[in-house]
């Protein structure tokens, strides 16, 4: 065996068995993503038709019997609407629970590896040579590297919908205070005087559970979801069967690795908020809140992620904790400081021209707007007055 990177194609199945190849990637990953991980993969062919799933796994032969995980590239097939009815390859695999279409690039071998994903795409007859990717970051060394990949073999890549992310990026010697106060500036004191009104109501208890521990929260946080507007509409996880297996699914599997957490809010003893993450590396991804629409007053979410914080600064932080918010939510309604910019992406793989998919993204962004316009003049008109 010559030493140097070959990517391999597999299924969710074989994949599930590179589990510890893949936790050791992401501990020397350049930017560490959960969704790529075998748990996220085996949960979303509870979704996504098992023959519509492309695993993407880069190795490195260091040795002529040896090879080790460089890089992993989780895509699915897919043709509707949303691609113009062309073929297309989707990252993530299930873009409404999931954060990142990131693949998960070893930071030693991070330009060697995109390039070998993205030549292995170009050379490949029997998949599409349009990527769709929802939920792009547009900064940090995985873009960098993956936009160099892209240059270097004439393919192209198109953004529409762009948003900003709320993450945290602690620094060494950061606690709450010192934290709160770099990132909310002049609001600091008064998101402090609304986190502590809330515990003159009563005892606030917080609660984290891992592991174990988490898949049995589980049910009390999809309860807590249901319980809401979500339940009514019949949008909660509790209400769509595929849905809650696969969460269901995703949770068990990610426990097994140590890499499910729930967080906790509860005033004397009755709960006001939940959070469900996942981790991989040294990175923590919220994935889900739900919240007690009765307490409102006490601005559950919010308090949620203070006492999130202040439990993550008196202990080890994660290197980034990624909220996950999607396009359309206010970033500043969250805590944390740093921002992401994000957007919906679209790669055309090798030399060409936009095709339908490009298209189809670009009729979406502009009808998006069109509509936020509409909206925005409907609002501003005068009571009483014909509206525009």
């Given at each position: 065996?010559?030493?140097?990177?070959?990517?391999?194609?597999?299924?969710?199945?074989?994949?599930?068995?590179?589990?510890?190849?893949?936790?050791?990637?992401?501990?020397?990953?350049?930017?560490?993503?959960?969704?790529?991980?075998?748990?996220?993969?085996t949960a979303a062919a509870l979704?996504?038709?098992?023959?519509?799933?492309?695993?993407?796994?880069?190795?490195?032969?260091?040795?002529?019997?040896?090879e080790r995980l460089v890089g992993v590239w989780a895509l699915r097939r897919e043709s509707g609407w949303r691609s113009g009815f062309a073929g297309t390859l989707v990252s993530p695999l299930v873009p409404l629970y999931e954060v990142s279409s990131l693949p998960v690039l070893d930071r030693d071998h991070a330009a060697e590896a995109a390039r070998a994903l993205m030549r292995y795409l170009l050379a490949s007859r029997d998949l599409p040579h349009t990527l769709r990717l929802p939920l792009m970051p547009l900064d940090g060394p995985c873009h960098a590297a993956l936009a160099e990949a892209c240059r270097q073999t004439g393919s192209q890549i198109s953004t529409y919908e762009r948003w900003v992310r709320p993450v945290m990026v602690p620094?060494?010697?950061?606690?709450?205070?010192?934290?709160?106060?770099?990132?909310?500036?002049?609001?600091?004191?008064?998101?402090?005087?609304q986190f502590r009104a809330v515990a003159r109501h009563g005892a606030l208890t917080f609660r984290r559970s891992r592991g174990r521990a988490a898949v049995e929260a589980l049910d009390a946080f999809l309860a807590l979801e249901a319980s809401g507007w979500k339940g009514e509409a019949g949008t909660a996880i509790a209400c769509l069967p595929a849905d809650a297996a696969y969460i269901r699914r995703?949770?068990?599997?990610?426990?097994?690795?140590?890499?499910?957490?729930?967080?906790?809010?509860?005033?004397?003893?009755?709960?006001?908020?939940?959070g469900l993450l996942v981790e991989s590396g040294d990175r923590r991804h919220f994935l889900k809140i739900a919240y007690d629409e009765a307490q409102g007053r006490h601005s559950p979410g919010r308090t949620l992620t203070m006492a999130m914080l202040q439990a993550d600064l008196a202990g080890t932080p994660p290197a980034l904790f990624d909220s996950g918010a999607g396009e359309g939510v206010d970033a500043g309604t969250y805590v944390w400081g740093e921002?992401?910019?994000?957007?919906?992406?679209?790669?055309?793989?090798?030399?060409?021209?936009?095709?339908?998919?490009?298209?189809?993204?670009?009729s979406r962004m502009w009808l998006r707007r069109l509509r936020e316009f509409v909206r925005s003049r409907s609002a501003r008109a005068p009571s009483g007055r014909p509206r525009a």
């Open positions: 065996m010559s030493t140097g990177i070959v990517v391999r194609r597999i299924g969710p199945a074989p994949y599930a068995e590179l589990g510890p190849a893949f936790i050791e990637l992401a501990r020397h990953a350049l930017e560490p993503n959960p969704h790529m991980a075998p748990a996220a993969v979704l996504v038709p098992e023959e519509d799933i492309v695993v993407l796994c880069a190795w490195f032969s260091e040795a002529l019997d040896f620094q060494p010697g950061d606690d709450m205070e010192r934290y709160l106060r770099r990132a909310l500036g002049s609001g600091y004191k008064k998101r402090m005087q995703m949770a068990e599997l990610f426990a097994a690795d140590d890499a499910l957490q729930i967080d906790t809010l509860l005033l004397d003893g009755q709960v006001l908020a939940m921002r992401r910019e994000m957007a919906s992406a679209i790669i055309r793989v090798g030399p060409g021209r936009p095709g339908l998919a490009q298209a189809a993204a670009l």
